[in-house]
């Protein structure tokens, strides 16, 4: 199943980072991210991680902020956009293609902050994804979760459908 979601993930993803990018995601720009800059709060010189980091517009905001930050996403696709990103406007931003239920790569009780911004409702792990935000956070370290309330989310199943 996580590959069939990668596949489609990675196949959407031209037109997630135009929509993105070209101003047009209305409810990220003047609801949601602005509710995830507050619950985050202040990062300057603060290791942050943020878990399903797409293409990295939230990663870039908490880099210009003074975070030291570390963008994960299982989209090969999204993890290029954020790089090439990177790389024209250098902001000092770590990228790793990696599934958020799976972060052996990260040492353990490294991080100050970590956050899972309209994400976690596509991990299909969410609990492992929990666990392993829990692993890396330092003591005393915070998780901001910010997804879509279940009551708002359509879902389809068997043509029908079940939810929103």
Known sequence: ????????WN????????????????????????????????????????MGCGEGSSTRIFAEAGAEI?????????????VEEEERNPLGIRYIIADAANLIMLESG?????????AIMDIADFERAIAEAARVLKRGGRLVIVMVHPCFDTRFMDGRMVGG
């Not at 963008?71 to 954020?82: P, T, W």
């Open 11 to 50: 196949e959407a993803a031209g037109s997630f980072i135009g929509f993105v990018r070209n101003g047009k995601n209305y409810y990220s720009e003047y609801m949601n991210l602005p509710a995830l800059v507050r619950a985050v709060g202040e990062v300057r010189g603060k290791r942050v991680l943020d």
């Open 1 to 8: 199943m996580d590959e069939i979601v990668r596949k489609q």
């Open 110 to 118: 490294s991080f100050d902050i970590a956050f899972c911004y309209m």
């Open 70 to 82: 570390t963008g994960i996403d299982f989209s090969e696709v999204m993890i290029k956009a954020a």
